[in-house]
């Protein structure tokens, strides 16, 4: 019988229900799986946009991001250029690679969003902890946070 090292993550599972959910910026995600449950390989969640959502066109340092659209209209920005994609389509967008999604349907959409290593679990909660404060949110400080994290927004 094999005998797992202290660095190898144990299963993780996440039953329906059990994820966490974090709101910033007009979207919603699910986390499914972090750092803590894959030993830092990576983090996955359930992101929900309202129309019209979606982050600043930006980059990762760090993590490698992909995306599986299950429900709605999305348009992605990397390498340069627009394409929309529909229901069923799957994106991976390199870490230093700028990019952006955007919902142009009129209903929300629903993606499988994955990143590795782990990590934008974190960036994603402690935006959402700024996001409830009371008041206007400060992009200043997202973007603050974002740098801590190793997410870089760029102008348009």
């Known amino acids: 019988m094999a005998m797992s090292s202290p660095s190898t993550p ?4 996440t039953l329906p229900g059990q994820g966490r959910v974090f709101r910033a910026l007009g979207d919603e995600i699910t ?3 972090d750092g803590e449950q894959t030993g830092g ?4 969640g359930v992101l929900v946009s309202p129309p019209g959502g ?3 066109p ?3 340092l760090s993590e490698d991001e992909w995306f599986i659209v299950q429900e709605g209209r999305v348009s992605f920005f990397a390498s340069g250029q627009w394409q929309e994609a529909p229901a069923g389509t799957t994106v991976f967008i390199p870490r230093t690679v ?3 999604f955007q919902n142009v349907g009129d209903k929300p959409c629903r993606m499988l969003i994955a990143a590795s290593p782990s990590g934008f679990e ?3 909660a402690r935006a959402a902890e700024e996001c409830a404060k009371p008041g206007p949110v400060s992009f200043e400080r997202i973007i603050q946070i974002a740098g801590e994290h190793g997410i870089h927004f760029v102008k348009p």
């Open 41 to 44: 390989t990576l983090m996955m």
């Open 58 to 60: 930006h980059y990762h």
């Open 98 to 100: 700028v990019h952006t």
């Open 10 to 13: 144990s299963a993780g599972i």
């Open 31 to 33: 986390i499914l799986l």
């Open 122 to 124: 974190k960036f994603f």
């Open 54 to 56: 979606g982050p600043p």
